[in-house]
């Protein structure tokens, strides 16, 4: 009886250390794979080529296709899908940059249902300058039965570090043509 009673301690002794070694294995694990760089790689339905987002920042190609797209959702108008696309972007805003943005959208809903007008931008040229992209290309908008007219535009859009819309702007530049 005391045979397998001093057979069980050293069990219970082995186990305990076992135990603790494998406890301290984990946690140095744990603590490698925090320290470690991560760099996740996006390929979303609408991406036309890879993007990442890592801890230094986001990829050349993430902030020219987000840009595209949000211009798309902010150019791209007619009178019937306004309201969608405000919505739609409005989810991926700043709350800094919110008010002014609903406001665009609410004036182009005034100003398209009035008019009949309809746009659609398409991006030539994109200048990366950190989280800010500048954006070249032409607009077209048709006036309903009146025409159209086409004309060279710039718009910069800028990201925060979430990679949330955080500005966009019209560059008012009169040497484009």
């Known amino acids: 009886m005391a045979r397998s009673a001093v057979m069980l301690g050293r069990q219970r002794n082995l186990f305990a250390v076992l135990s603790g070694i494998f406890l301290g ?9 925090m320290r470690q ?3 996740t790689i996006l390929v979303p339905v ?3 080529e890879k993007a990442q987002i890592s801890s230094s920042g986001f990829s050349d ?3 020219e296709q987000m840009s595209a797209m949000f211009l798309s959702n902010l150019l791209d108008l007619n ?11 409005l989810g991926f ?21 009035s008019s009949g007008l309809r ?3 398409t991006v030539k040229e994109f200048e990366i300058n950190g989280l800010s992209v500048t954006c070249t290309g032409l607009l077209q908008a048709y006036y309903g039965k009146k025409g159209y007219q086409d004309k060279k535009v710039r718009y910069r859009v800028s990201f925060d ?5 955080s500005e966009f702007v019209k560059i008012e530049e009169p040497c484009l043509k």
């Open 37 to 39: 760089d991560k760099e």
């Open 119 to 121: 746009t659609t931008f």
């Open 25 to 33: 294995i984990i946690v140095m694990l744990s603590f490698a794979l």
């Open 79 to 89: 009178p019937s899908n306004i309201a969608y696309k405000k919505k739609l972007v």
């Open 93 to 113: 805003v700043t709350p800094e940059s919110w008010q002014n943005i609903s406001n665009y959208f609410d004036e182009m809903q005034a100003k398209y249902k």
């Open 46 to 48: 609408g991406l036309k």
């Open 61 to 63: 190609s993430y902030l």
């Open 161 to 165: 570090a979430r990679g949330n819309l």
